[in-house]
């Protein structure tokens, strides 16, 4: 899977489930997984799905490329109104390595185009 432009093509990890058009990167990076731009982070069974098969390269994902640990990520989802369940905790963790994803498309398409 991934996200092409006429400019910049950038490979999906994994994680991601179906190919992301520009349109959704960018509807994520504005109002992030929860506006609906990304529906399989936000519904509970697709996210449990996600975290089961592919949790190590989640996590791996936002402490390498990201600086985030599985540690601060649950004292950011503690922190947070309503937070409580373990099926929103993995719908919390998908989601941020969705929008930390996205962006990352955004900074390579911009990187792109101030090259040109």
């Known amino acids: 899977m991934s996200v092409c432009t006429s ?4 490979e999906s ?3 991601i489930d179906g190919p992301l ?4 990167v960018i509807a994520v990076c504005e109002g ?3 506006s609906g731009a990304y529906m399989p982070a936000v519904e509970y069974h697709k996210a449990l799905f996600a975290m089961e098969k592919y949790s190590n390269d989640i996590l791996d994902y936002l ?7 599985f540690r601060d990520l649950m004292f950011s ?3 947070r109104e309503g ?3 373990w099926m929103d905790f993995n719908c ?3 989601s941020v390595a969705v929008e930390c994803y996205c962006r990352d498309v955004v900074n390579e398409i911009q990187a792109a185009l101030a090259s040109v």
């Open 21 to 24: 058009d520009l349109d959704t």
């Open 83 to 85: 937070a409580g369940s």
């Open 77 to 79: 989802y503690a922190e």
């Open 63 to 69: 402490e390498e490329d990201h600086g985030m640990s």
């Open 7 to 10: 400019e910049v093509s950038v």
């Open 92 to 94: 919390y963790i998908l």
């Open 32 to 34: 992030g997984c929860a």
């Open 13 to 15: 990890p994994r994680w």
